[in-house]
């Protein structure tokens, strides 16, 4: 894993840190039966109103469809080819079961074409393979876990990031999740074995505003230089600080707990996550 830094020869090169391609991904064009059109919405509804601020643009994208609930137990799958994906920050690996389906997954750390992966209750606890947590050795680091069984991987899918199973109590495996915080999930939940690959993802520096709309994202203003009919947070003579920081709707940010105290999965929490 490595990242390309540039000499400043335009302005937009001087901050500019990618990722390398080359030697991690072997295929450029995604597999056409598991890909389907993306619309852009451009942050408006189903009225054409716009809903959700600082959007628009970007480059045309077309979705892979990523198997996130790794069903096609004990069949072997053999890794075709490591490909990148636009619409996330890890790499997919795309499989060749032995009964003649294709699938996606979210690409671990040391995963390389060629390597067979399966799924299931009785495979080995091995890095890309997809078991239930009663069958993962405590200590293990997993990605891609389910929060509920057969609902599909939920949590820890994003490049370089990973849990660690605990212990287990009961019926539950007690997890501690990216973010720090520890809880508990069924042991009938699925988890996949291993690191989410492309780790280096968190070193990428864009080095330039026209990166960002390549991406979607438009200018985004504060709250302070706005007016006061505008934001809670504008006006005032001269420049201010803009007071107690808060939305735009008026609700508290930095700091305010935002959590419905009487929410039914807190049960299952067992640490907060750390600040």
Same mark, same amino acid.
């Given at each position: 894993?490595?990242?390309?830094?540039?000499?400043?020869?335009?302005?937009?090169?001087?901050?500019?840190?990618?990722?390398?391609?080359?030697?991690?991904?072997?295929?450029?064009?995604?597999?056409?039966?598991?890909?389907?059109?993306?619309?852009?919405?451009?942050?408006?509804?189903?009225? *054409?109103?716009?809903?959700? !601020?600082?959007?628009?643009?970007?480059?045309?994208?077309?979705?892979?469809?990523?198997d996130f609930k790794r069903?096609?137990?004990?069949?072997?799958?053999?890794?075709?080819?490591?490909? %990148?994906?636009?619409? @996330?920050?890890?790499?997919?690996?795309?499989?060749? %079961?032995?009964?003649?389906?294709?699938?996606?997954?979210?690409?671990?750390?040391?995963?390389?074409?060629?390597?067979?992966?399966? +799924?299931?209750?009785?495979?080995?606890?091995?890095?890309?393979?997809?078991?239930?947590?009663?069958?993962?050795?405590?200590?293990?680091?997993?990605?891609?876990?389910?929060?509920?069984?057969?609902?599909?991987?939920?949590?820890?899918?994003?490049?370089?990031?990973?849990?660690?199973?605990?212990?287990?109590?009961?019926? %539950?495996?007690?997890?501690?999740?990216?973010?720090?915080?520890? !809880?508990?999930?069924?042991?009938?939940?699925?988890?996949?074995?291993?690191?989410?690959?492309?780790?280096?993802?968190?070193?990428?520096?864009?080095?330039?505003?026209? !990166?960002?709309?390549?991406?979607?994202?438009?200018?985004?203003?504060?709250?302070?230089?706005?007016?006061?009919?505008?934001?809670?947070?504008?006006?005032?003579?001269?420049?201010? +600080?803009?007071g107690h920081p808060r939305?735009?709707?008026?609700?508290?940010?930095? *700091?305010?707990?935002? @959590?419905?105290?009487?929410?039914?999965?807190?049960? %299952?929490?067992?640490?907060?996550?750390?600040?």
């Open positions: 894993m490595a990242v390309r830094k540039f000499k400043p020869t335009t302005p937009g090169q001087r901050h500019k840190v990618i990722g390398v391609f080359k030697g991690q991904i072997t295929a450029t064009t995604p597999e056409k039966s598991l890909t389907v059109g993306k619309r852009s919405t451009g942050g408006r509804n189903s009225s *054409g109103h716009l809903s959700t !601020r600082y959007r628009g643009g970007g480059h045309k994208r077309k979705l892979r469809l990523i069903t096609n137990d004990g069949v072997p799958a053999t890794v075709k080819s490591i490909e %990148y994906d636009p619409n @996330r920050s890890a790499r997919i690996a795309l499989l060749y %079961y032995k009964d003649g389906s294709k699938a996606y997954m979210i690409a671990p750390n040391g995963l390389e074409v060629g390597q067979v992966v399966m +799924s299931g209750a009785d495979v080995a606890p091995e890095v890309g393979n997809c078991l239930p947590l009663a069958n993962i050795p405590v200590g293990t680091l997993i990605h891609c876990i389910e929060l509920r069984p057969g609902q599909g991987a939920s949590m820890a899918r994003s490049a370089g990031t990973f849990a660690q199973l605990t212990s287990r109590e009961g019926d %539950y495996a007690i997890i501690k999740l990216p973010s720090g915080e520890t !809880r508990k999930v069924l042991l009938a939940c699925r988890a996949t074995v291993g690191v989410v690959g492309n780790s280096d993802h968190a070193l990428e520096s864009s080095g330039k505003a026209g !990166r960002s709309r390549w991406l979607g994202r438009r200018p985004h203003n504060r709250g302070v230089v706005m007016n006061p009919v505008d934001h809670p947070m504008g006006g005032g003579e001269g420049r201010q +600080s803009g939305s735009r709707t008026g609700l508290y940010a930095k *700091g305010l707990k935002t @959590r419905s105290p009487k929410k039914h999965s807190s049960k %299952y929490i067992i640490e907060r996550r750390k600040k």
